[in-house]
């Protein structure tokens, strides 16, 4: 089963072998990313790729709709492991338009767990409904919420108590928000780059 994903991996070492002999016995000997990245499951929006970064350069953490929520297990481990333990430098939030997450938030249909998960985006949306609403093309506004979603995920990696104590005790850590084009490729940066507590309350 699967065979043609286990030859794409064979073919994929060897490549990685011939360009770097010793590439996988530095990948053994240590992970030290200067880059956690916060983004969405969604299959075309591969972290390690859009930026150019080998493995062992950037640490991952995805789920649906590239969220950040202060109640989830699973990105909070991920975000402590990366500040006291990686000490990473810099948290990329990057979400990208055409999200599929971001419009199942507010289409108005039930799918089940899923819907739960995306609440946060109904609530972003909420909270700028007159300004989204006064945007007549419906895939601009998608795209503003997308955005207005990443500035949300960034405050909450900024709140964080972890990022918040990294700060305290003097580590340099920046929290940045991208959105990634499906068009062109291309990211952009919203400049909403948060590298000390009191630049939190800028985002809104």
């Not at 895939?139 to 918040?164: H, M």
């Amino acid at each position: 089963m699967l065979d043609h994903l286990k030859a794409n991996n064979r073919a994929w070492a060897q490549r990685m072998i011939a360009a770097d002999a010793g590439f996988f016995r530095r990948l053994e000997g240590q992970q030290a990313p200067e880059y956690l990245w916060i983004g969405c499951s969604d299959s075309r929006v591969p972290a390690n790729e859009i930026v150019d970064l080998d493995p062992g350069e950037l640490f991952v953490h995805r789920n649906v709709a590239n969220l950040a929520p202060p109640q989830d297990a699973n990105y909070l481990s991920v975000l402590q492991f990366a500040v006291d333990v990686l000490a990473v430098k810099h948290v990329l939030v990057v979400g990208h338009y055409g999200c599929g997450g971001i419009s199942a938030a507010i289409d108005g249909k039930r799918r089940g767990l899923v819907d739960h998960w995306l609440h946060p985006i109904r609530e972003t949306f909420r909270d700028h409904r007159a300004a989204l609403e006064a945007i007549p093309d419906r895939r601009a506004r998608l795209d503003r919420l997308c955005e207005l979603n990443v500035i949300r995920q960034v405050r909450n990696v900024a709140s964080d108590v972890f990022v918040q104590d990294a700060w305290a005790r003097g580590q340099d850590l920046c929290v940045h928000g991208w959105v990634y084009s499906l068009h062109d490729g291309l990211v952009t940066d919203l400049d909403v780059t948060v590298s000390r507590p009191d630049e939190i309350e800028r985002l809104g």
